[in-house]
């Protein structure tokens, strides 16, 4: 069974940090395009970060101070926040989509066939 589970959430003071975690089984993520989205609440899901094999893509309000990753040993994404802001409140989804050994860019663009539940990050002091 495919599937894609996040960690990692919490609640961090403005200028804090977190790190999430989002671990894959059942497939390889070498061969997918990753991405983290997040949802504030009463609004619609965004991109916050992703990669289609290249470059990696941010949003403008994270760029700078979120960095996406991942473990190949550990089959694992990673999404690293830092300056955290009041307005990064929300739930965060990690979501991958086959691409094989090709790259894909304009990774925010295409849909993802695969999401974990989601982690609730709070910024507030």
């Known amino acids: 069974q495919l599937q894609l589970v996040e960690s990692g959430g919490g609640t961090a003071q403005p200028g804090g940090s977190l790190r999430l975690s989002c671990l894959a089984s059942?497939?390889?993520?070498?061969?997918?395009?990753i991405a983290w989205f997040r949802q504030a609440p009463g609004m619609g899901r965004e991109g916050v970060s992703c990669n289609g094999g290249n470059e990696p893509m941010y949003r403008d309000s994270v760029k700078g101070r979120f960095t996406i990753s991942r473990d190949s040993a550990k089959n694992t994404i990673y999404l690293q926040m830092d300056s955290l802001r009041p307005e990064d409140t929300g739930v965060y989804y990690c979501?991958?989509?086959?691409?094989?050994?090709?790259?894909?860019?304009?990774?925010?663009?295409?849909?993802?066939?695969?999401w974990g539940r989601g982690t609730q990050v709070t910024v507030s002091s």
């Open positions: 979501a991958a989509d086959f691409r094989g050994t090709k790259e894909r860019p304009q990774c925010f663009t295409y849909g993802y066939d695969y």
């Open positions: 059942g497939f390889t993520l070498d061969y997918y395009s």
